[in-house]
């Protein structure tokens, strides 16, 4: 069955510092692949997706993710991190079919960001 | 830019009540879903909503629940007879025809279950 596993609950790290978030997925075919943020009161926002081509996509706010199918990984990275990045984050596996496109998501990562 | 709309953001109903979550999607948009996040849980997926038809859903998605679409505007579930564990933030989501995966998604609504 397809499921998606962030290691990390919560992350803390210092304004300035770059940021790495993991996300793992589990699933037959070619996966589609999303990062998604959340902010409180806020509906998830897209971040970035790979559906096929260049393994390193690049999203809005400065985040780009690598996908590598050997490791079934899709880490979240931002080379320097804003304030205004805490948030959660969440990594989602496009698993519909035909049209519809149902997301399976992982558990979510909560960023904070130290001044 | 618009934007995927619910109401209310914050219900509070007691076990047994029925509910409805109400949705304004995307104006041109053709497909519709809804997830629930369980305080603490992973966001999940309920239900998927084309041509007026059911599309696929999940096992969570028993006959307690309902989807309609009762005007060219609105999205809806019904909770027929909450149940405590009825309890989460529920979030409605929308796309056009570029593709399954471009959704927007809505703030959400809270519902709690006493």
């Known amino acids: 069955a397809q499921s998606v596993t962030q290691p990390d609950i919560h992350i803390t790290v210092s304004e300035g510092a770059s940021l790495e978030l993991r996300c793992n997925y589990s699933?037959?075919?070619?996966?589609?692949l999303f990062w998604y943020v959340q902010s409180p009161g806020q509906g998830l926002q897209l971040l970035l997706k790979?559906?096929?081509?260049?393994?390193l996509v690049q999203g809005i706010k400065g985040f780009e993710a690598e996908f590598k199918r050997s490791q079934s990984s899709f880490n979240l990275r931002k080379p320097s991190v804003h304030w205004s990045d805490a948030a959660e984050y969440f990594c989602?596996?496009?698993?519909?079919?035909?049209?519809?496109?149902?997301?399976?998501f992982g558990q979510g990562t909560t960023l904070q960001v130290k001044p | 830019e618009p934007e995927v709309t619910q109401t209310p953001s914050h219900q509070v109903t007691q076990m047994g009540q029925e509910v409805i979550l109400r949705c304004v999607p995307i104006?041109?948009?053709?497909?519709f879903y809804w997830y629930r996040q369980i305080l603490g849980q992973k966001v999940e997926f309920l239900v998927s909503?084309?041509?007026?038809?059911?599309?696929?859903k999940s096992e969570i998605f028993d006959d307690q629940f309902s989807v309609e679409r009762p005007d060219g505007s609105n999205f809806t579930l019904k909770i027929r007879s909450t149940k405590l564990e009825d309890s989460a933030m529920y979030f409605c989501?929308?796309?056009?025809?570029?593709?399954?995966?471009?959704?927007?998604f809505g703030p959400g609504t809270r519902l709690t279950v006493t």
């Open positions: 989602a596996v496009g698993a519909g079919s035909g049209n519809t496109g149902k997301l399976i």
């Open positions: 699933y037959g075919a070619t996966p589609y």
């Open positions: 790979y559906f096929s081509g260049d393994t």
């Open positions: 104006s041109n948009h053709l497909y």
């Open positions: 909503f084309y041509n007026n038809e059911i599309s696929e």
């Open positions: 989501a929308s796309h056009g025809a570029g593709g399954p995966y471009e959704q927007y």
